[in-house]
């Protein structure tokens, strides 16, 4: 059930001691062992979601075709949808609560090597906030 998700802008890591070119990072479901990287990340997420859902005064039928295009929402709306309904603060360390649970054995370079904190550091801001709404889209909501 892992997900591969292509990087738009490369890096480089080492491989078998050679210097490679990252073209994908693998993301992968949480287990127990995250639950505490997961926890914040979720908190913060259903708070954006429920705010939302509260300021749009709408009928039932509306809220259940609000949540079929919601299904279909990429990672890039979702991670707007967040940040354009967290409280303030919440996208910053949304963000740094990301980074750890990516770190923590969930998320693999090209799927074989394990994204480190070096190497998400790495990412490009845009790649980054991509995996984010890609992980959150996949494992947490």
Do not use: W
């Amino acid at each position: 059930m892992s997900k591969e998700i292509e990087l738009k802008h490369s890096f480089k890591y080492h491989y078998n001691n050679d210097e490679v070119e990252a073209k994908f990072i693998t993301i992968a479901p949480f287990t127990m062992k995250q639950m505490h990287h997961v926890a914040p990340v979720k908190e913060i997420v259903m708070k954006a979601l429920s705010k939302l859902a509260q300021s749009v005064d709408t009928s039932e039928v509306e809220v259940k075709a609000a949540q079929k295009d919601a299904e279909d929402i990429d990672s890039s709306g979702l991670i707007m949808v967040i940040a354009m309904n967290c409280g303030e603060g919440d996208l910053g360390r949304l963000y740094l609560y990301m980074k750890k649970l990516l770190t923590s054995g969930v998320a693999y370079i090209d799927g074989s090597e394990k994204l480190t904190g070096t190497y998400i550091d790495d990412l490009n801001p845009s790649d980054f906030e991509n995996i984010c709404g890609e992980y959150i889209g996949n494992f947490i909501t």
